[in-house]
């Protein structure tokens, strides 16, 4: 059943984060560094998961104010550009940072996401697609490919 109210939206973010977190258990720094999705691995998915977390927490702010979450003169419709910025961000960190700030950003996100009032909340809206999008739906759809790879690996 879909998520019908804000926070019933944030409890599903927080479980699907978990069960995100749950996919990475076991997995050890090559097994992470492993580049398996396109030119990705586990840390690079991670990474950009971050990334989004560290730029839409700020939209969230501004709809918390009664702005307009994105800024003049910036779009997001290169979404794998993004991606690809985000992921190269943290090309060179160990997991164990990119891990850290992972669950850091999620926490940042999850604060920006509670402070944006609660009638902004309405399914098809900007904060609702905000947050799904950031969170509980990216954390599903990374967390499913993920199993799919450690299934075929026998991880």
Do not use: C
Not at 30 to 41: D, F, N, P, R, Y
Not at 73 to 81: E, I, L, T
Not at 102 to 110: G, I, Q, V
């Amino acid at each position: 059943m879909e998520p019908a109210t804000k926070d019933e939206l944030l409890n599903q973010a927080a479980r699907d984060y978990k069960a995100f977190h749950e996919t990475l258990t076991g997995l050890n720094e090559a097994q992470m560094s492993e580049v398996w999705l396109g030119t990705w691995s586990v840390k690079d998915i991670v990474a950009h998961i971050s990334g989004w977390h560290r730029e839409m927490g700020p939209a969230l702010e501004r709809l918390a104010r009664g702005e307009k979450p994105v800024p003049t003169g910036v779009s997001y419709d290169d979404v794998d550009a993004w991606n690809a910025k985000f992921a190269a961000a943290k090309k060179g960190a160990p997991v164990a940072d990119v891990l850290l700030e992972f669950d850091k950003s999620h926490e940042y996100f999850m604060h920006a996401a509670a402070g944006v009032p609660d009638e902004r909340f309405q399914p098809g809206k900007t904060a609702w697609k905000l947050v799904d999008g950031n969170s509980a739906h990216h954390y599903r759809e990374h967390a499913d490919q993920i199993r799919a790879w450690r299934k075929s690996r026998g991880l």
